[in-house]
């Protein structure tokens, strides 16, 4: 290895011991670097790594609650019709009940001046029901609800409910 | 010892003590890909097996906020070789590289860079870095030395690059002359996306050699992703003049895997040539970032008055990205 080399593998390694999360749950793609937006991309990026994964329901949860609530967060579909990426709503009709269970769920909203119809609160809301009916068919209490914006589009939203079945 | 401890002692002594002067947190995050692959190359009278590379990368990129809303952003990538160790006689080589300025007024940033028109691109090709890639066949794929851009915001799904490219001293145009100037070469891109959307329009002005002009197009239609590209590009002295377009398709048969294929075609009005190259393909993901690939490309070359000249080549790959 010749020591340009050398000093470059050096220089990776120094920043990546400073680096404050490396390795985080950050969704930058590697080929995102050579996209159009790369600059955004990065800027979003560290800004979704330098937040803590989950800091309102961290806020609004102690650490037990937080370890006991079933989240019911979207694992990256895409809806077709609002264009958000977010979990299928679920079915109606389709029901379970847990007795006491605490579930935490999430529906995409947009506050965008173009955002269409599906991408409204309204819906975010009536998805949200539909969900909390599926999982607790018998009843619920909603124990609190919270919105956090979507580091990957300015003016696009997450709407969060925790709600406990009833016993 | 504390591994920051450890950073900060090593860092001291070797002179990154800048960060004790930026209003915010110092970020760097390294990222890059593994991609190898097995390939049977067939140029019509040898044929040969080999390990590729593919472009493999190691990179680090970051931002720090230097005021409220401002920015100083930098990325720094480079290929490693992972099949032989040998990236042009050494162990890394250069890719993009760039240093910049973002506020609410956009970016400006400069280095090595993928141009503009390149960037444009979108990754509508999808067997990129693979033997299938649209450089082998289109003009344009550049990334360009001393390269001093502007991007602007996004505004209402418009944005737009602008880049010039100073010659210091060399014979950018082919006119004979040195170019000492700071515009010698330009490249822009103007685009435009809006959900499963995505439309550009770039351009080359002596980069390369060439002028040239694309037209790029995107669409997502549920598990289908569509793109096209119209290419225009003549060489400055006079001996090439192409038009061609690319085609390209990407359908999700599930969650793991993609079916993948595309076409394109270039023809140079000046002679009469004309290069074709189509390529198949399927993707299977192993995890997220983590996915095995098999794909065949055909390459034609065909020029006036010769035989055609036909390269295939099949393959069997694993790219993994962190």
Known sequence: MNSKSLRFLISTCIIWLCSTSAFSACDFDTDDADSPDFVDKIIECDESKNKPSRPVLNRVLGKAEYKNTTRLYGDGTKDPASGIFERPVVAPGSMNHSPNKMFASRQAFSLRPNAKFEQSVTLAIQRLYIEMAHYCAKGWSIEDQWSEPDPAQEGDYFLHYRYTCAG | ?322
């Open chain 2, 1 to 322: 010892m504390n591994k920051l401890i450890l950073a900060a002692a090593i860092a001291s002594t070797m002179g990154f003590n800048s960060h004790g002067f930026a209003a915010g947190p110092i970020d760097g995050t390294i990222y890059g890909k593994v991609n190898v692959s097995v390939v049977n190359a067939d140029n019509g009278t040898t044929d040969t097996w080999k390990l590729n590379s593919n472009a493999s990368r190691l990179g680090v990129k970051g931002k720090t906020e230097i005021a409220d809303g401002l920015y100083a952003v930098y990325k720094a990538e480079f290929e490693m070789c992972v099949d032989d160790g040998d990236c042009k006689g050494q162990t890394f080589t250069q890719r993009n590289i760039m240093g910049g300025i973002k506020g609410s007024f956009g970016t400006v940033w400069a280095g090595k860079h993928d141009s503009p028109t390149k960037l444009a691109q979108n990754k509508i090709d999808l067997f990129n870095d693979l033997e299938g890639d649209i450089k082998n066949t289109f003009e344009g794929e550049n990334r360009v030395s001393n390269i001093v851009a502007y991007s602007s915001p996004k505004m209402n799904g418009f944005s737009t690059t602008v880049a010039m490219i100073p010659g210091e001293g060399t014979d950018i145009d082919g006119d004979g002359q040195d170019d000492t100037g700071l515009t010698d070469g330009i490249s822009y891109s103007l685009s435009y996306s809006q959900g499963n959307l995505y439309i550009a329009v770039a351009g080359d002005q002596d980069v390369d050699n060439q002028d040239l002009m694309r037209i790029v197009a995107q669409y997502n239609i549920d598990a289908l992703k569509l793109g096209v590209m119209y290419q225009q590009n003549e060489d400055n002295l006079g001996t090439k003049d192409e038009s061609g377009f690319f085609v390209s398709a990407a359908y999700k048969l599930d969650k793991k895997t993609t079916l993948k294929a595309q076409y394109g075609s270039i023809e140079d009005d000046a002679d009469g040539d004309e290069e074709q190259t189509m390529s198949l393909g399927a993707d299977y993901k192993l995890a997220k970032g983590t996915k095995l690939y098999v794909f065949y490309t055909d390459h034609t070359d065909s020029s006036v008055g010769e035989a055609d000249k036909e390269d295939t080549a099949f393959g069997l790959g694993m790219e993994h990205k962190f």
